[in-house]
C-alpha cells in the first residue's frame, strides 16, 4: 500500500508526476483504489480459517496482479513519441501485488482429520 503513495511514473513533457492516487493533468484515475479494496479483502481472508476464503483468496489475489499489470502497461506506454520514465513506485506495486498472489498459494490453515484412518 506504501508503494501506492510514491511515484509511479514521470510524463517530463507536461512536468507531471503520477501516483496510484494523484494522476492530476492526465486520464488515468485513481488507480490505487482497487489496489486498497483488493488488500482489504486479502487480509481479511487471510485470517479467516475457512477453506472457502483461502480459494477466495486466489481469486482476489489474481485480480490485483491483474490489475497492477494493467496499471503498469497503461502509464508505461508511449504515446506521441514521449515515453514517461517508470519510477520505483510501479515496480514495487508490481513486486508486491505477485508477492500478495505466491502468499496466497500458501495458506496456513489446519484441515480436520480423516476418523476412519
Known amino acids: 500500500?506504501?508503494?501506492?503513495?510514491?511515484?509511479?511514473?514521470?510524463?517530463?513533457?507536461?512536468?507531471?508526476?503520477?501516483?496510484?492516487?494523484?494522476?492530476a493533468g492526465t486520464n488515468y484515475g485513481k488507480?490505487?483504489?482497487?489496489?486498497?479494496?483488493?488488500?482489504?479483502?486479502?487480509?481479511?481472508?487471510?485470517?479467516?480459517?475457512?477453506?472457502?476464503?483461502?480459494?477466495?483468496?486466489l481469486l482476489v489475489t489474481a485480480i490485483n496482479l491483474a490489475w497492477a499489470a494493467r496499471n503498469y502497461f497503461v502509464l508505461t506506454t508511449c504515446a506521441a513519441g514521449e515515453c514517461p520514465v517508470s519510477q520505483a513506485g510501479?515496480?514495487?506495486?508490481?513486486?508486491?501485488?505477485?508477492?500478495?498472489?505466491?502468499?496466497?498459494?500458501?495458506?496456513d490453515i489446519e484441515l480436520p482429520q480423516n476418523r476412519n484412518s
Not at 483488493?38 to 483468496?57: C, D, E, G, H, Y
Open 31 to 57: 488507480p490505487a483504489y482497487l489496489h486498497f479494496v483488493l488488500t482489504a479483502f486479502f487480509l481479511a481472508f487471510t485470517f479467516m480459517q475457512k477453506i472457502w476464503a483461502k480459494r477466495v483468496n
Open 1 to 23: 500500500m506504501i508503494s501506492c503513495f510514491t511515484p509511479w511514473v514521470i510524463i517530463e513533457s507536461q512536468k507531471i508526476i503520477v501516483s496510484g492516487i494523484d494522476a
Open 90 to 107: 510501479l515496480w514495487l506495486m508490481l513486486i508486491a501485488s505477485f508477492l500478495m498472489l505466491l502468499s496466497s498459494f500458501f495458506p
